[in-house]
């Protein structure tokens, strides 16, 4: 009789994270340049942690909150879906959830059957895929267009549609290209999601990170896509609070006792401790967010700087949002992301993240973040100019 662990297909056809084998190589390299994690470096701002330890002396950590988060929380959610987003929200109508990722799991358990289809526009984040699998249900790529900037293909998402398309996933600013899609774009997705009678799930994790004047639409402020859109959002890099894991999201208030069926079996709520965190960052000074947003400019026009100096090897769009970048290598050796990120960091000690972690058409790129210090992304480009020039 066989001993083999009794693991589900669900979960073993899932392939292991292009990321995480970067992360784990990367930590064997000395004095690496460290340009792959999608991560804020900052710290979470002082009065953040201030209140959080002020609510574990209070004694008001060690229980339960609601599932849906506190009620204090919410409201102020509420407010900030208003002023940031023009969302019309209620209390009813959110969901606190452990980061952004529990929160579009949650989304995708309660709204995806097996077999049902998923559009995802790619290069993507690979963590969405992975959702859509572990719900059973199946991913189908859709190409966004490259020398557009990575803008949505609308006659390519025409013809993805099935009998069997049950919701589309949509990140704005994307990761990991930096997009930001138009809100002339989000408005004909939202036309199609209408007429197919399809769910968006959004990933709004940068909502904040926008640049060169362009602005984040969110679709929940479109009235008529009330039921058709869930909306995820994060304290994670608006606050610097990645590891706190508190993020929320908003939906029809019809949807929100399902998705909370599906979030219990995670979560069952949200850290309380981290929520009072979450409270004091949206109820206090909100300096951070435009101080991140100064540094993350800065250091986007420092890199695209750098790749301008090596326009033989890489050609790249400026991105609009995020703190995320995605050029092209040009050179023959580049059509293996992954062996050319290896040989990066093995000859170079530079950590990127091969492109094909975003799915078939993130080939033959990388993903570089430029939420780091200057000194960093002139430490990668020194070394990466040594290599190649
Ligand atoms: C697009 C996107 N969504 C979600 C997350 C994770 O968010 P959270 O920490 O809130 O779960 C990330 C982190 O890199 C991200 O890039």
Same mark, same amino acid.
């Given at each position: 009789?066989?001993? /083999?662990?009794?693991?589900?297909?669900?979960?073993?056809?899932?392939?292991?994270?292009?990321?995480?084998?970067? &992360?784990?190589?990367?930590?064997?390299?000395?004095?690496?340049?460290?340009?792959?994690?999608?991560?804020? &470096?900052?710290?979470?701002?002082?009065?953040?942690?201030?209140? *959080?330890?002020?609510?574990?002396?209070?004694?008001?950590?060690?229980?339960?909150?609601?599932?849906?988060?506190?009620?204090?929380?919410?409201?102020?959610?509420?407010?900030?879906?208003?002023?940031?987003?023009?969302?019309?929200?209620?209390?009813?109508?959110?969901?606190?959830?452990?980061?952004?990722? #529990?929160?579009?799991?949650?989304?995708?358990?309660?709204?995806?059957?097996?077999?049902?289809?998923?559009?995802?526009?790619?290069?993507?984040?690979?963590?969405?895929?992975?959702?859509?699998?572990?719900?059973?249900?199946?991913?189908?790529?859709?190409?966004?267009? #490259?020398?557009?900037?990575?803008?949505?293909?609308?006659?390519? +998402?025409?013809?993805?549609?099935?009998?069997?398309?049950?919701?589309?996933?949509?990140?704005?600013?994307?990761?990991?290209?930096? &997009?930001?899609?138009?809100?002339?774009?989000?408005?004909? =997705?939202?036309?199609?999601?209408?007429?197919?009678?399809?769910?968006?799930?959004?990933?709004?994790?940068?909502?904040?990170?926008?640049?060169?004047? =362009?602005?984040?639409?969110?679709?929940?402020?479109? !009235?008529?896509?009330?039921?058709?859109? +869930?909306?995820?959002?994060?304290?994670?890099?608006?606050?610097?609070?990645? %590891?706190?894991?508190? %993020?929320?999201?908003? *939906? @029809?208030?019809?949807?929100?006792?399902? +998705?909370? /069926?599906?979030?219990?079996?995670?979560?069952?709520? *949200?850290?309380?401790?981290?929520?009072?965190?979450?409270?004091?960052?949206?109820?206090?000074?909100?300096?951070?967010?435009?101080?991140?947003?100064?540094?993350?400019?800065?250091?986007?026009?420092?890199?695209?700087?750098?790749? @301008?100096?090596? @326009?033989?090897?890489?050609?790249?769009?400026?991105?609009?949002?995020?703190?995320?970048?995605? !050029?092209?290598?040009?050179?023959?050796? %580049?059509?293996?992301?992954?062996?050319?990120?290896?040989?990066?960091? #093995?000859?170079?000690?530079?950590?990127?993240?091969? %492109?094909?972690?975003?799915?078939?058409?993130?080939?033959?790129?990388?993903?570089?973040?430029?939420?780091?210090?200057?000194?960093?992304?002139? /430490?990668?480009?020194?070394?990466?100019?040594?290599?190649?020039?």
């Amino acid at each position: 009789m066989s001993t /083999k662990p009794r693991i589900s297909n669900r979960v073993s056809q899932i392939p292991k994270s292009a990321i995480h084998e970067m &992360t784990r190589l990367s930590k064997e390299v000395e004095d690496v340049a460290f340009l792959s994690w999608a991560r804020p &470096t900052a710290g979470t701002p002082k009065h953040i942690g201030e209140a *959080a330890i002020k609510a574990i002396i209070d004694g008001s950590v060690g229980g339960y909150s609601e599932n849906a988060g506190l009620v204090r929380l919410r409201e102020a959610i509420v407010e900030k879906l208003k002023r940031d987003n023009q969302v019309e929200a209620e209390i009813s109508q959110i969901l606190v959830t452990v980061g952004a990722i #529990e929160g579009l799991s949650a989304a995708v358990m309660a709204i995806i059957d097996p077999g049902d289809e998923v559009l995802l526009f790619t290069p993507t984040y690979s963590t969405h895929i992975r959702q859509v699998v572990i719900a059973s249900g199946t991913p189908v790529l859709v190409p966004t267009i #490259e020398e557009k900037g990575f803008a949505l293909d609308f006659d390519a +998402i025409k013809k993805a549609i099935t009998p069997k398309t049950k919701a589309i996933f949509c990140c704005s600013p994307n990761n990991p290209t930096g &997009t930001v899609f138009s809100k002339e774009d989000l408005q004909k =997705l939202a036309e199609i999601a209408l007429q197919h009678n399809l769910m968006i799930i959004t990933d709004e994790a940068y909502e904040y990170f926008v640049y060169d004047g =362009l602005e984040h639409f969110s679709l929940a402020s479109i !009235p008529e896509m009330k039921r058709h859109v +869930i909306s995820c959002y994060t304290f994670t890099k608006t606050y610097a609070m990645t %590891g706190w894991r508190i %993020g929320y999201l908003h *939906a @029809d208030e019809s949807l929100i006792p399902q +998705i909370t /069926k599906a979030h219990i079996p995670f979560a069952i709520c *949200a850290p309380v401790v981290s929520q009072y965190a979450a409270l004091a960052a949206l109820e206090g000074p909100q300096d951070c967010i435009s101080e991140f947003k100064a540094h993350y400019l800065a250091a986007r026009d420092l890199m695209c700087q750098r790749l @301008d100096q090596l @326009d033989s090897i890489f050609s790249y769009h400026k991105p609009g949002g995020s703190y995320l970048m995605f !050029p092209k290598i040009l050179l023959e050796e %580049g059509r293996d992301s992954m062996t050319f990120c290896k040989d990066l960091l #093995e000859r170079g000690k530079v950590s990127t993240t091969p %492109g094909i972690a975003f799915g078939p058409t993130g080939e033959s790129h990388l993903r570089l973040s430029f939420c780091v210090s200057d000194e960093e992304i002139n /430490k990668a480009f020194d070394r990466i100019e040594n290599l190649f020039l």
